[in-house]
């Protein structure tokens, strides 16, 4: 099996053996230090910090007593959070159409790339050149909104899924990394009796699982965080999906205490409750993401560097 | 500001998408039953009252279902088997379909569906002004034709003597195409909070005017002197939105300050609109601020610190006072001082008056309702404004939306109070219940609880406030300004001076405030309101409420 690794380069500078470094280069390694363990803190302090609010209690975030542990320890917040079956419904929304979402985006893409990858296509100038108009002009929302809803498919996942199928930004780097495997490869296949669709399937995937990953992360972390596409076609609550949920208890209660909203509005969301949610929701890329995370970094620079 | 630009790009897009197909419809030959005021409306009869006056209990002849937008409140999420749903299919035959859209993005939703052409016939949750925008698409009712259908409404506005507030959502066609909410008195909700336990230590009173608030403060720092006795809050987006609300109020400049910043300000000497930036009261009011913040009686960062920065300061202990709400004093600061300063007393004191006396300023109008052009073509069109009337007019139908059902959710004493069953909360009114009036029933739903009686507003008070309340309904209540309706050409004219107007003005109060800027420049400053085309955007107003008062004295002729 023939693996591609473009994280093969090392960036590390490579000292030669009983070469002792330079004062200044040690003056530069502390100062780095330094500044990278602030950025880390600067990063990591936001979410020490909605982790300490989840465990806490509301009175003493509303007065602003929780900073990196929690005041007022409890769980009960997570208890009634949790017992929300309309927070599990919108959850269980959002694995669906991230599922469904993203599958359906890898396969039009992944055909559309590989289409593109042909150089002597007919045509070809013509498909990207639709594909990349699209990147600079939209329809614009009410016509979009109009399309989607006289194709009959608002309150159903194919709202999400069907407008936002193709990225042109990740079909473009998959065409890049697709043309940069070997031409000769594919005349072997079809000199041994492969189709095209046998030649993509069989013998162009199985070698380019490193793009695939990262297009599905790609895929699957921008369906999860997405809200508004929801927001927009969806008409009942039990059709959200978590994202407008959270959404929506934050700005709910921000501003109906800031805003002068009348009598019956000035419900407060607890402070805790958001927190919890936040918690909750983003949960599931944050675990993942330090297992995948190295995907993220060879796919920006996939494509970059043509062979 | 990248929020407020994405809207109105909404809104006109809406707007041009809406006359676009207005024009298609113009082409077509239908015989457009359009805007002819007092039209036939026999086709439109189907499930309606054959008489319906004031008070009735309304019911569709059979049951009907009418569409409706429904602004989610996450503090009480939409759920399909409340009992204001079954309640009011049971008591009126009517079943209301929801369209539930997040409050967090409720307005954008909103555009984007009246300009697909696909919005349900019921929008609530409009604030008058915000339907202008939506008028030229020719997608809304000119509710004001149909008012005949509604003797609620009539009656309310009559009896409380309302056609002033409401002339202020004409549109240039002498129309309204939103039925607001009705109040029958200027409901004032925002003042301060003060430490009374700090003024009982100094042996102050509580402050009753202005004068009396900066000596308060000036004995507070007297003792404190380590600490600026006030630090506020609702500085973001509006810096000083309530306070300087407050004390332009006071000082007579319009509207006030802060949230309540308008360009014009009506000057009834001259009988015309002028500049609020460039008032006298509103120098006085900036004097003021200034004085509390030259002699750090005010904290600087108030104008720009966040909400939880500001609470944690008073509830901490370190400042004495700060601007409030009543559901903010009982929710944020009691709980928060208990736990910091046990001893603390906190209370919301009357609005400080000024100069201009014992008055309250404000509109009458709470949030209301559009309805979609196409209910007018619709069977039921005369059946739905009648339950309209009913629902959001009506005493029973106010009490309904509010309260519940008598003997479910609320009882009544011979005195005419509410008091909620023994299982039943709200706004902590009750709070060893286990249910909610509004997450688990449906009622006191900002989509259809609002508005009407002072008596009915208030019975869900807590003493405290109806003492506060009672302070502030004794006050008089100044006219609103007369009506200005701007014709299309000149709404897009005004809404291209109105914002950075509007922004230049905020923006030289605050350096004038915190000193930035010294007092003595302020003739510089009211010339530079020119240069912001303040004239030009005067003179719009003027000749639209010219035009108003002169349509009006011929329509009174003819």
Known sequence: MVTLDTTAIEDKPTQPAGIRTTRGYRIFQVVNALILTAVIVVTLYPMINILARSFSGDGYIRSGKVNLLPRGFNITTYKAVMTNSMFWVNYRNTVVYTVVAT???????TVYAYVLSKKDLRGRGVLVGVAVFTMFFSGGLIPNYVLVTSLGLKNSVWAIALPNAISVFNLLVMKAFFEGLPVELEEQAAIDGLNTYGTLWRVVLPLSKAVLATMVLFYAVSFWNSWFAAFLYMDHSDLMPVTVYLRNLIYGSTNATSVGFSEADATAVGANIQAVTIVLTTLPILVVYPFVQRYFVSGVTLGAVKG | MNNISRRSMLVSLGATLGAASLGLAGCSSDGGSDDDKGADLSKNRTDAMDKFGVNEQFKASKPVAFTTLLNDNPGYPEKANWLFWTELAKRTNVTLKPTVVPLSDYENKRSVIIGGGDAPLLLPKTYPGQEAAFVSSGAILAVSDYVDLMPNFKDKLAKWNLQGDLDTVLQDDGKYYVLPGLHEDVWIDYSFAIRTDVLDELGLQIPKTLDELYSVLKAMK???PDSYPMTDRWSQPTPGGAMLQTFGQAFGAGYGGGWGYANAAYDSASDKFVLTGAMDQYKAMIAYAQKLVAEKLLDPESFTQTDDQANAKFTSGKSFVISTNAQELVNTYRPGLAKSVPS??????????????????????????????????????????????????????????????????????????????????????????????????????GNFAYGGSTQLLESTFSQEEKDFQKVMTARKTLPVPPPHPLNADEQEQFSLYEAPLKDYVQQQTLKFILGDRPLSEWDAFKGELKGKNGDQYLSLLNGAYDRFKKAKTGGDKS
């Open chain 1, 103 to 109: 599958v359906v985006a890898m396969l039009l893409t």
């Open chain 2, 222 to 224: 007297a003792a404190h």
């Open chain 2, 344 to 445: 603390a007393k906190v209370v919301k004191i009357p609005v400080p008056t000024g100069p201009a006396g014992e008055v309250k300023v404000g509109l009458r109008l709470e949030n209301g309702l559009m309805i979609s052009k196409k209910a007018r073509n619709s069977a039921d069109f005369v059946a739905m404004m009648q339950f309209v009337d009913w629902l959001f007019y009506s005493d029973d139908g106010q009490i309904f939306a509010k309260w519940g059902v008598e003997g479910v959710t609320y009882t009544r004493d011979a005195s005419g109070n509410f008091h909620l069953t023994n299982d039943v909360d709200y706004v902590g009114l009750n709070p060893t219940a286990t249910k909610k009036l509004n997450v688990d029933f449906g009622f006191s739903n």
